[in-house]
C-alpha cells in the first residue's frame, strides 16, 4: 500500500495534546506520514473534545469545513467525543465520518485504517481499558521547550457535571520508571521543562509509590530545569506535596487548583468533596509555606440550583484567594451524567451571562493587580518563541508561575533560560527587559 498521508487536529485539553503525540508515534511506526494541509491529506484524524456543548459544536463545526476542503479523504474521530457518541458518530449520514477510535483505542489505529480502506466498511473501537497507559509508546512531540509526559490517565471522581470518568474510563497509573526513563531521555533531547499530566494528577498510585514519590524522582534528574503539574484535585493536595514543591528548585512554585464553586452546597451537589472552608484553608497553608505561589483555576458558574447567594460564595472565594488567573465556564449539560439525571438545569441563559460577566470582570481586576505586584521585580523566564503580535523581535516566554512575559529585543535562544525586570503589566501579559548584565 502507498505511504498515506495524515492531517491531524486536536480539540480540548492538555491530555488530547499528549494523546495527539501518541498517535502520531503510533501511526509513524507503521510508515504513515504526516501532512499540515487538509488538501493533502488521504486521512483527516479529529482528536476532539466534548466537555461541554461547545466543544461539540466546534468539532461539528469543523467537520462540515473538512469536507469542503477536502472531499475524498477518510475521516476519522479520535478522543473524548468518540467515546462519548460512540456509534451515533458514524451512523449520522450528514456527518461522513469513517472510523472512530476512543482514547484507548489508539494502539489499534493503523489496523483500523487499513481496513476501512480495505473493506470500505465503516469501523468503530471505542471500549476503554482499566490497563492502557501507553507508557512503552514514546510520543512524537514537536521540537519545543515544553514536554507533556502523561503520567495517568482516566478519572475515578465523577464530579457530578463532568463526562471524563465517561469518556476516559477508570483511573490508571504508570510506572514510576518509565515516566523517570522518559523524561531523562526528554532532558537528553534538549527540553527544558516537563509537564506532568493527569485528568487527577495528585491520584497518581503506582504499586507504592504516590505522586509525591514521582514528582521527586522526577525532581532529582539532572539537568531538568522546570516541572509543573497539572491539574491536581484539592482533596489528593497533601501537606508533603506543598512541602516537597517549597524545597524543590526545578518544581515551580505554580499550581492550577480547580475550585469550580465557592458555595459549600453548590461544591456538595458537584460531588466535589471539599467544602468552600477546605479549600480556603488548602489554600492558606499553601501560601504560607510557600509565599510566592502562583494559582490558577476553573470555576462554572450556573451550575444546577446555584441561586445569588451562591453566587456570592464564589466571589468571596475568588476576592480572598486572588488568583493570578481563572478560567471561567458557563454550566453545560452533559447527558448520561449524574447531574444530567438527577439535577435541573435550572439557572437561565441569562443568569449564566450576567454571572460570568461579574465573575470575568472582577477576575480580571484581580488579575492585574498581581501582574502590577510583579513591576520591578525580576523573574527567570523560559523563551518560548521569537516575536509577538505586535513586534518581529521581541521575545515571549513564561516566568516560574506561569505567567506570560513579553520582553525586547536582545541576543538570545529559544528555550533559554533568562532574566527579565518587569516593567509593565496588564491582566493577561507583563512586560519587560532582559537584564542578563545585572548578574
Ligand atoms: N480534570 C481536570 C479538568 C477537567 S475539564 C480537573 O478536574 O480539573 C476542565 C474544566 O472544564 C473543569 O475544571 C471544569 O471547570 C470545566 N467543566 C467540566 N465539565 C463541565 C460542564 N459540564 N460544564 C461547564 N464546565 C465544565
Ligand atoms: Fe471531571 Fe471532576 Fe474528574 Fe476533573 S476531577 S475530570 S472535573 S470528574
Ligand atoms: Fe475535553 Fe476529554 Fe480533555 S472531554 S477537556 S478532551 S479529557
Redesign the pocket.
Known amino acids: 500500500m502507498a505511504v498515506m498521508k495524515i492531517y491531524i487536529r486536536t480539540?480540548?485539553?492538555q491530555?488530547?495534546e499528549a494523546d495527539t503525540e501518541i498517535v502520531k508515534a503510533v501511526l509513524k511506526s507503521h510508515n504513515f506520514e504526516f501532512v499540515e494541509e487538509v488538501e493533502a491529506a488521504d486521512v483527516v484524524l479529529l482528536?476532539?473534545?466534548?466537555?461541554r456543548e461547545n466543544?461539540n459544536r466546534k468539532v461539528f463545526g469543523y467537520i462540515h469545513e473538512i469536507k469542503r476542503i477536502n472531499k475524498t479523504a477518510l475521516m476519522g474521530v479520535l478522543?473524548?467525543m468518540a467515546s462519548?457518541l460512540k456509534n451515533n458518530l458514524i451512523q449520522d449520514p450528514k456527518l461522513k465520518i469513517d472510523f472512530i477510535a476512543g482514547?484507548d483505542s489508539y494502539k489499534k489505529l493503523p489496523q483500523i485504517i487499513e481496513q476501512v480502506m480495505e473493506k470500505d466498511e465503516k469501523y468503530g473501537h471505542f471500549d476503554l481499558s482499566e490497563f492502557e497507559t501507553y507508557e512503552d509508546i514514546y510520543p512524537l512531540r514537536k521540537q519545543g521547550v515544553n514536554a507533556w509526559v502523561a503520567i495517568m490517565r482516566g478519572c475515578n471522581n465523577f464530579c457530578s457535571y463532568c463526562?471524563?470518568p465517561y469518556?476516559?474510563g477508570r483511573e490508571r497509573s504508570r510506572s514510576l520508571q518509565s515516566v523517570v526513563r522518559e523524561i531523562e531521555q526528554l532532558v537528553a533531547d534538549g527540553y527544558k521543562q516537563i509537564t506532568l499530566l493527569g485528568?487527577n494528577v495528585n491520584s497518581y498510585k503506582y504499586e507504592d509509590y504516590n505522586f509525591v514519590d514521582l514528582l521527586k524522582a522526577v525532581s532529582d534528574i539532572k539537568g531538568l530545569k522546570r516541572i509543573r503539574f497539572v491539574s491536581p484535585h484539592p482533596k489528593d493536595f497533601s501537606l508533603d506535596l506543598i512541602k516537597l514543591m517549597a524545597k524543590r528548585e526545578n518544581i515551580c512554585n505554580a499550581i492550577h487548583l480547580p475550585l469550580q464553586a465557592g458555595s459549600t452546597q453548590v461544591l456538595k451537589r458537584m460531588n466535589r468533596t471539599y467544602t468552600k472552608q477546605e479549600y480556603l484553608e488548602l489554600v492558606n497553608k499553601i501560601k504560607k509555606i510557600i509565599p510566592e505561589i502562583v494559582i490558577n483555576t476553573d470555576i462554572i458558574v450556573g451550575f444546577c440550583g446555584e441561586t445569588e447567594e451562591d453566587f456570592e460564595d464564589t466571589l468571596e472565594v475568588v476576592k480572598k484567594v486572588e488568583f493570578d488567573s481563572a478560567y471561567i465556564f458557563k454550566y453545560s449539560v452533559r447527558s448520561g451524567t449524574f447531574a444530567a439525571k438527577k439535577y435541573v438545569d435550572d439557572v437561565s441563559e441569562e443568569v449564566k451571562t450576567r454571572r460570568i460577566v461579574k465573575l470575568n470582570a472582577i477576575q480580571k481586576r484581580i488579575s492585574l493587580k498581581k501582574h502590577k505586584e510583579q513591576i520591578g521585580s525580576i523573574e527567570e523566564v523560559l523563551i518560548e518563541r521569537k516575536g509577538t503580535k505586535k513586534s518581529k523581535t521581541d521575545w515571549q516566554g513564561r516566568d516560574e508561575g506561569n505567567r506570560l512575559v513579553i520582553f525586547s529585543d536582545g541576543n538570545y535562544n529559544i528555550g533559554e533560560l533568562v532574566k527579565v525586570k518587569i516593567e509593565e503589566a496588564t491582566a493577561n501579559v507583563v512586560k519587560g527587559e532582559g537584564c542578563e548584565d545585572i548578574f
Open positions: 480539540f480540548g485539553c491530555m488530547n482528536n476532539t473534545c466534548s466537555v466543544a478522543g473524548c462519548d482514547p463526562i471524563v469518556t476516559r485528568q
